[in-house]
């Protein structure tokens, strides 16, 4: 599934992986973006299945004509942005992936429809996480100094005295592979974020900085750099000559 593009296939015993689920309103993704152009992370392979549509394009982290040529696909790296067509199929691969290559944890940036919040949820921040087991017990301390709220399990039917269960709608693969880590004993970190489809980056600035105060990728004050990419995210502007 994954092929490297150096002469020695890659390594990643120990490492984390953040990788964005593709979710409402793409906040993952653009969260993803934001930590490949910040740390000016280097390609390292790509993914070949048949459950992606074959795509390419430029580079969309370029930062000069030198780079802006280089052929990308959808999928690279551990940092990807997934386009899903067969999605149990893809998450089993993906999973066997993450367990062959030995992450120490792997972090899925994710969202959630706002408007299908139940009312405990509409309280207080619109961050949520989920941690498995394996990786909870590792990272207790940290979670209690944070503050972080968990996502609620919340009954099926509202109004109806049914059992609370996890529920992340137009969260795509999330709960899928936080339930398969659950099962399988994976070190696997779900952040999400309620939200709304529309101007997006707001969010995705609001999830990279909850990451960030978890895993410190970038000192607080710092910016975030915008990859060039984000200067067509909602096309060309409006043409004068209509008016």
């Not at 280089?70 to 089993?92: C, D, I, N, Y």
Request: aromatic share 8%.
């Amino acid at each position: 599934m994954f092929i490297s593009s150096q002469d020695s296939p890659a390594t990643f015993q120990g490492f984390t992986l953040v990788m964005p689920a593709v979710a409402v309103g793409n906040v993952g993704q653009l969260a993803v973006d934001l930590i490949v152009s910040t740390l000016n992370m280097r390609r390292v392979g790509y993914f070949h299945t048949d459950c992606l549509i074959p795509m390419a394009g430029n580079n969309p982290y370029a930062s000069g004509k030198a780079d802006a040529e280089e052929l990308h696909t959808p999928a690279e790296g551990g940092t990807t942005s997934q386009l899903q067509v067969l999605k149990s199929k893809f998450r089993q691969q993906l999973k066997s992936w993450i367990k062959a290559s030995g992450f120490s944890r792997t972090v899925v940036l994710s969202s959630s429809h706002a408007y299908q919040r139940d009312d405990q949820q509409l309280q207080g921040t619109s961050l949520r996480y989920l941690m498995t087991p394996s990786l909870l017990a590792a990272s207790a301390d940290a979670l209690k100094e944070l503050g972080w709220r968990e996502m609620e399990r919340i009954p099926a039917f509202p109004g109806v005295d049914a059992e609370p269960r996890l529920c992340i709608p137009g969260g795509g693969i999330t709960k899928g592979l936080y339930t398969d880590g659950c099962a399988e004993d994976l070190p696997l970190a779900v952040l999400l974020l309620f939200c709304s489809e529309g101007d997006n980056i707001p969010d995705a600035f609001a999830l990279v900085n909850h990451l960030n105060d978890w895993l410190h990728l970038e000192e607080p004050k710092s910016k975030w750099k915008i990859p060039t990419s984000w200067s067509l995210l909602f096309g060309s502007g409006i043409p004068p000559a209509l008016f």
